[in-house]
C-alpha cells in the first residue's frame, strides 16, 4: 500500500486489501514490494529479461528500460519493464548470482520527466539488496543506473489520503492491522497453493555458487532474502492441539511455520527457504518465544523440528493441552489460583 505511488491499494476497516483499478497504473511497484510475492504482474516482466539475457551477446550489457518512459539515450531496449521499481529484489538476486559477469544495465533516463519518477529510490533499493546477496558470495556483478537524474535519496514522504486516515482512525492498533492482512493473505496461501514465484530460481542460483565441501556463509538477518529463528523454551505451541494452533503457523504467509502432529506431541517445523523474515510469526508470539537468527545461504537444511511439546489433557478441564508440572491449563491456573480468595 506504502509502495503505490497513485493509492491504488487501500486497506478497509477491516483489514482487507482493495484495489481501485481506475487508478491503478500497473506500475508493479506493489508486487516487488510484497514480501510475500502475493500480487502477481498481470504481464510476463521476468520472461522478457530472461530472453534479453539469453539472446544477446555475452561482449555487450543488457539495457532493461521502462514501458511509461522513453526509449533513453541508448536506443531500443533489450527488455521493457512496467516500471524500473517492478523488478523484484529477489529475481534480481537471482540473475546477478546466476551470471554475475553480465552487465545490466537500468535506463532511468526517464524517471526525472516520469510522474512516477518518485519510484526510482525504491528501485535502487532493490538493486542495492540483490548486490549485497552477491557480495556475500564473493561476487561482484555489474548491475547499474544510466542516465539517472541527481540527486537520489529516499522516497518522497507518504502523504496519506482521507480514506486511509479515517482507517488508521478506526484502526488504531497498526499491529493487529498488520496481523489481520497476514491473516488474509495466508488464507489465500491455503486456497491457490501460495509460493514465492522467485525464491527457486534465487536459491538455485545460491547453491550454484557454493564449492561443494565448503561451508555456505551466513546472510545477517537485516536485510537478508530468507531468515532462520531460534524459539526458546518458552514456546508452549499456543496451545497447538487446541483451536487454531500456534500463531506463529497460523498467520505465516507463505506457510514457513507448520505443526506435524506425532503420537504424543505436535511439533513446530520451520522452513527457511520458505521464510521471508516479514516477523508476522514474532509479533503474533504471545510468549515471546522467537528469535531471528542469520540464515545459511544455500537453506539447503528444509524443513527443520524447531520445538517438539507433549501434548496431554487438563486435570481441570480435560481439554488437550501442552504438557506442564502442574497438569493445568492456563484458564484453569487461574480459576483455581482465585478460588480460595473467593471462598
Known amino acids: ?55 544477446r551477446a555475452q561482449d555487450r550489457a543488457v539495457r532493461i528500460g521502462c514501458r511509461l518512459g522513453p526509449n533513453g539515450e541508448g536506443g531500443v531496449h533489450d527488455a521493457r519493464v512496467p516500471c524500473l521499481a517492478a523488478l523484484h529484489p529477489e529475481a534480481l538476486a537471482a540473475r546477478s548470482v546466476a551470471d554475475p559477469t553480465r552487465a545490466i544495465e537500468l535506463d532511468a533516463s526517464g524517471c526525472a520527466r516520469c510522474r512516477l519518477g518518485g519510484l526510482l529510490p ?39 489520503s482521507r480514506r486511509e486516515l479515517f482507517g488508521a482512525a478506526r484502526e488504531a492498533a497498526s499491529d493487529r492491522l498488520v496481523e489481520h492482512v497476514a491473516r488474509t493473505v495466508a488464507e489465500a496461501e491455503r486456497r491457490t497453493g501460495g509460493r514465492l514465484p522467485h525464491r527457486p530460481a534465487l536459491l538455485d542460483a545460491v547453491r550454484a555458487r557454493v564449492t561443494p565441501g565448503s561451508t555456505a556463509p551466513e546472510l545477517p538477518v537485516a536485510g537478508a532474502f530468507y531468515v532462520d529463528w531460534d524459539v526458546s523454551e518458552a514456546c508452549d505451541g499456543c496451545a ?42 514474532q509479533r503474533s508470539c504471545p510468549q515471546d518465544a522467537l528469535t531471528p537468527r542469520p540464515a545459511i545461504a544455500t537453506a539447503d537444511s528444509g524443513r527443520v523440528a524447531k520445538r517438539r511439546l507433549a501434548v496431554a489433557r487438563c486435570r481441570g478441564c480435560h481439554q488437550p493441552i501442552s504438557a506442564s508440572a502442574d497438569g493445568l491449563c492456563g484458564n484453569c491456573r487461574k480459576r483455581m489460583a482465585v478460588a480460595p480468595a473467593r471462598g
Open 1 to 55: 500500500m506504502l509502495a503505490c505511488p497513485t493509492e491504488a491499494i487501500w486497506t478497509d476497516a477491516r483489514g482487507r486489501l482493495r484495489l481501485q483499478e481506475i487508478d491503478c497504473v500497473t506500475c508493479g511497484a506493489c508486487a516487488s514490494a510484497c514480501p510475500t510475492q502475493a500480487i502477481a504482474m498481470p504481464e510476463p516482466v521476468l520472461e522478457d529479461l530472461q530472453r534479453a539475457l539469453a539472446v
Open 122 to 160: 525504491q528501485a535502487q533499493d532493490h538493486v542495492a539488496r540483490a548486490l549485497a546477496l552477491a557480495r556475500k558470495l564473493g561476487l561482484e556483478p555489474d548491475v547499474r543506473f544510466v542516465a539517472a537524474p541527481t540527486p537520489t535519496g529516499s522516497a518522497p514522504e507518504r502523504r496519506w
Open 240 to 281: 497447538s492441539v487446541n483451536g487454531a494452533g500456534p500463531r506463529c503457523a497460523a498467520r505465516c504467509p507463505t506457510g514457513a511455520w507448520r505443526v506435524a502432529h506425532e503420537e504424543g506431541a505436535a511439533v513446530l517445523t520451520h522452513d527457511v527457504a520458505a521464510c521471508t523474515g516479514c516477523g508476522v510469526c
